[in-house]
């Protein structure tokens, strides 16, 4: 079965940094694509930012450019997202998601609050 | 990377069919067969419906059933069930080397 347990979340001042991690199991991680998408309160899904099985191609949002980075680790079957310069506008919780077809998220986590 | 155009909701009463609408434009929806489609119920992750325009994951209903036509992306719900009530959010790769959610919809069950 299929598992994405992200962990990281929490209160953090304007400006600030957190790092998000997205432990997965249940499946060959090191062949699927990774995202990270959010969701503010009350609101809709916005995707936040991608990257390729082995790590070396990554794209984000307009809105997180500069101050986000995606990364994984493929021994440790580990996603992460590092937020930098962090506004209230980051205020979200954030999902990871696994694509094995590149094009759909297939599963998702159950994600980790994060406040600003 | 504007938002795809979903209506805010869509109604129906059991057993009937809804159509829920995600509108793009050539850069994502029209120019990619790469639409996705989200269920979500309050405080759930969301969950694949369909992807690939209509193509269903092991275990959705039939009930479910998606299509495209230019840059307009459709789901269908027949049959409509109670448990059909959520929020459904369609998805596109872009031209951007990106993706982009729609605004999403509520479905109400009458």
């Known amino acids: 079965e299929v598992q994405l347990v992200e962990s990281g979340g929490g209160l953090v001042q304007p400006g600030g940094s957190l790092r998000l991690s997205c432990a997965a199991s249940g499946f060959t991680f090191s062949s699927d694509w990774m995202h990270w998408v959010r969701q503010a309160p009350g609101k809709g899904l916005v995707w936040v930012s991608r990257?390729?099985?082995?790590?070396?191609?990554?794209n984000y949002a307009d809105s997180v450019t500069g101050r986000f980075t995606i990364s994984r680790d493929n021994a440790k079957n580990t996603l992460y997202l590092q937020m930098n310069s962090l506004r209230a506008e980051d205020t979200a919780v954030y999902y990871c998601g696994r694509a094995p077809l590149v094009t759909a998220i297939h599963n998702w986590g159950q994600g980790t609050l994060v406040t600003v | 990377q504007s938002a795809l155009t979903q209506p805010a909701s869509v109604s129906g009463s059991p057993g009937q069919s809804i159509t829920i609408s995600c509108t793009g434009t050539s850069s994502d929806v029209g120019g990619y067969d790469y639409v996705s489609w989200y269920q979500q119920h309050p405080g759930k992750a969301p969950k694949l419906m369909i992807y690939d325009v209509s193509n269903r994951p092991s275990g959705v209903s039939n009930r479910f059933s998606g299509s495209k036509s230019g840059n307009t992306a459709s789901l269908t719900i027949s049959g409509l069930q109670a448990e059909d009530e959520a929020d459904y959010y369609c998805y596109s790769y872009t031209s951007r080397y990106s993706y982009v959610f729609g605004t999403g919809t509520e479905v109400i069950v009458l």
């Open positions: 990257i390729t099985n082995d790590g070396r191609g990554a």
